[in-house]
């Protein structure tokens, strides 16, 4: 089963918004009874934030409903996919506040996938290929921070879109082999 994203700060949330048992929080947030029971009592998770589940896209005011209608009832999360696609527009632009983080994004693709071609990496992270080839050779101005980060999570892509140039890349490196 998915497991929400940060499911310590959705458990705080549906504490103290709804009226689900501490038995339905963890088995959604996949927490045991007594850390749901702590982080309620406030020995644990003091000075977290909580993390709202339904502005996040994780759950819907209907499941939630359903769930404290009936306590024997369990909260299903959304579909995964739609969470990692979420707000994701097609095109390359990259928010002024994601910048900064692409060259980690870039620097996790040629570690993880070195037969990824430099024209499917610019097409997938909106980059260039004088920048590729900077943070290949180290020679980026920040080549001293940058630290190999997953693309997806930085906001950079999608996974499905990730799987596609990975398996593309896969596709023309065993071509390239046959040959």
Known sequence: MAVPLMP??????LIENTTLTFEQIAAFCELHLLEVQAIADGEIGIGLVPFDPLVNNQLTP??????????TKHLTLKE???ILDRNFKKGRYTP?????D???????????????NDLTLCRLLGTTKATIESIRNKTHKKALSIKPRH????????QKDLDQAVEEALKTSSNNSIE
């Open 8 to 13: 310590k700060a959705t458990a705080l949330w």
């Open 62 to 71: 209907q499941e939630i409903k359903r769930c404290e209608e009936d306590s």
């Open 80 to 82: 995964y996919e739609l």
């Open 96 to 100: 002024v506040s994601l910048r900064k």
């Open 102 to 116: 692409r060259p980690d994004g870039i620097a996790w693709v040629l570690k993880n996938y070195p037969q990824m």
């Open 151 to 158: 693309p997806v999570t930085l906001g950079l892509c999608t």
